[in-house]
């Protein structure tokens, strides 16, 4: 397509946009004396303005009911998580039986990981990519040190290669076939935080098991972002949050997937939790564990229905718009938005460059895109925040950026790009 970095270009493509009308669906920010344009979806999404009746439906219930509530809400509380199962599963292209919300994103990772890295005689190595998120180093680090390993010898990473910004998808893969039977776990993030590197997750789940290792992504920035397969790659297991793309209150609640084939394994290790316990005999109160079927059998305790509650408002969003034509609208979003980057970069070299670090292939990224800023210091991200921009900022020089396909429009990323070229100078 021949892009213009123009406002009328940019109307004319809103117009054109099946999904334009889902904008007014979502509150956006009234803090700034400019009006906001919000490009930190993948820090934390706009709220849906269904979200405060759904969780007033619950107040309501609990108000009238009490604990009665469980039994009598409209939606059951004792197994409120169901209605979210089959949407959530749409999402991260899963079975329903796979999927269980429920607890936050770390929480579910330790979790699964509890399960599917089981060190015995030389297979004890988990690999991950360098630099993750800090959250996954620290899990990874301690689910470690818990079986009494050393740090250095059994947590392995693939990094960049010396002078690049992106993990050589090669690397990851020659590692994986070089520790061979010593390789316990891969557990790597699907989208890269930093950079917004999206790895071919399944072509490593196929690396992984040709080894004999268990596979699982976290998958933080990419649900709701990009077009997941889970089932049909093979995935082990996974966890995502639900308060990025998914839009579903700050610290909200997470997903959890485990595949078909191991959902039927009670003798998996695991922490145990009576709401992970056999529905059909959980009141009975005996002792001995029995999980329940699938990914339900991963939980711990009782559902949490107001953070529920936020995400169902949200995943009813998504079940509206369907992952295709969000798919769609996000590569045609953040195409326009790298065109008018790169426009702005040439522009204006005389005062620093811009450089994308996110990969220029939309097969290998989703939504975020990552600036090096050359010759530019946080002095102009703050110039972008004053001018109203919500971004986020990781030292030394780089603005992350993402442009939600369910409420940013095209309006949205010529408006980045006035600012931003407003900002340099």
């Not at 949407?87 to 994103?105: D, F, M, N, Q, R």
């Not at 180093?137 to 390993?149: D, N």
Request: aromatic residues 12%; contains cysteine.
């Amino acid at each position: 397509m021949n892009y213009s970095n123009t406002l009328e270009f940019a109307k004319e493509m809103d117009a054109k946009d099946p999904l334009n009308s889902f904008r007014e669906k979502f509150y956006f920010p009234t803090f700034h004396k400019n009006e906001v344009v919000y490009f930190t979806g993948n820090s934390l999404g706009l709220q849906p303005k269904t979200v405060e009746g759904m969780i007033k439906e619950e107040l309501d219930a609990w108000a009238k009911y009490g604990v009665e509530g469980h039994f009598l809400a409209e939606r059951p509380w004792f197994s409120y998580h169901e209605n979210l199962t089959e949407k959530a599963a749409k999402i991260v292209g899963a079975l329903p039986v796979e999927v269980v919300i429920t607890h936050s994103l770390t929480t579910n990772l330790h979790l699964l990981m509890v399960s599917f890295y089981q060190p015995k005689g030389k297979r004890t190595k988990i690999l991950c990519e360098a630099k993750a998120f800090p959250s996954d180093q620290y899990a990874l680090e301690s689910q470690v040190k818990f079986h009494g390993l050393d740090l250095k010898e059994n947590l392995v990473e693939v990094g960049p290669r010396e002078g690049e910004h992106l993990i050589n998808e090669e690397d990851i893969l020659a590692k994986i076939e070089e520790l061979g039977d010593e390789l316990a776990m891969v557990m790597i993030g699907g989208v890269n935080y930093y950079t917004g590197q999206l790895f071919d997750m399944e072509a490593i789940t196929k690396a992984g098991h040709a080894v004999g290792a268990k596979v699982g992504f976290d998958l933080a920035h990419a649900a709701g972002n990009i077009n997941l397969k889970l089932h049909d790659w093979g995935v082990d297991f996974a966890a995502w949050c639900g308060y990025k793309y998914l839009n579903s209150s700050p610290g909200g609640v997470s997903g959890m997937f485990v595949h078909e084939r191991h959902a039927y394994s009670p003798e998996l290790p695991r922490f145990a939790g009576w709401w992970g316990y056999d529905k059909e005999t959980r009141f009975q109160m005996e002792p001995g564990f029995n999980p329940m079927r699938g990914a339900e059998g991963w939980q711990l305790s009782n559902a949490p229905v107001l953070g529920m509650a936020a995400h169902l408002a949200s995943l009813n969003i998504f079940d509206e718009a369907g992952m295709e034509r969000i798919g769609e609208k996000r590569d045609a979003l953040t195409a326009y938005l790298e065109f008018i980057i790169e426009d702005i970069s040439e522009r204006n070299a005389e005062r620093g460059t811009f450089e994308i670090i996110t990969p220029s292939d939309k097969s290998k990224r989703g939504a975020q895109l990552s600036i090096l800023a050359h010759g530019q210091g946080k002095a102009l991200f703050d110039a972008l925040t004053e001018q109203g921009v919500i971004a986020d900022w990781r030292e030394p020089n780089v603005i992350r950026i993402a442009p939600a396909p369910l409420y940013n429009s095209f309006e949205d990323c010529y408006q980045f790009g006035k600012s931003l070229e407003n900002a340099i100078q």
